[in-house]
């Protein structure tokens, strides 16, 4: 957590909000359908934008992730098991599963 959002996620308008988006969804991730832990601001908060609650506290700027789908959503790799690997759509599969990238391949 950046330390300017501290007293924001810290604070009980925010709890609220965050327990009612979880409920509002069902508790899983809106992206993949696991178990969702973390309301994501599709908006990123800034320094600029924290204190404005149609942002910040705006439900249809929220939404319910699973960590795995933060971190792509942020672009990071999530965490997987040895052995695993995502495709090219993002499923996870067994790392000895996928083509070799080769030189004129899109990704390369």
């Avoid at 609220?16 to 832990?37: M, S």
């Avoid at 990123?44 to 699973?66: G, K, R």
């Amino acid at each position: 957590m950046r330390a300017f959002a501290k007293a924001f996620y810290e604070s009980p308008a925010w709890r609220k909000t965050r327990a009612y988006i979880i409920k509002r969804d069902f508790g899983l991730c809106t992206r993949c359908g696991a178990p969702g832990v973390i309301v994501h601001h599709k908006i990123e908060l800034s320094p600029s934008n924290i204190d404005d609650p149609s942002i910040s506290l705006n439900e249809d700027n929220l939404t319910t992730l699973c960590r795995n789908c933060h971190a792509i959503v942020h672009g990071h790799t999530p965490p997987l098991a040895e052995g695993l690997a995502f495709d090219r759509d993002g499923n996870v599969v067994e790392a000895a599963l996928m083509p070799r990238l080769e030189d004129d391949d899109e990704f390369s």
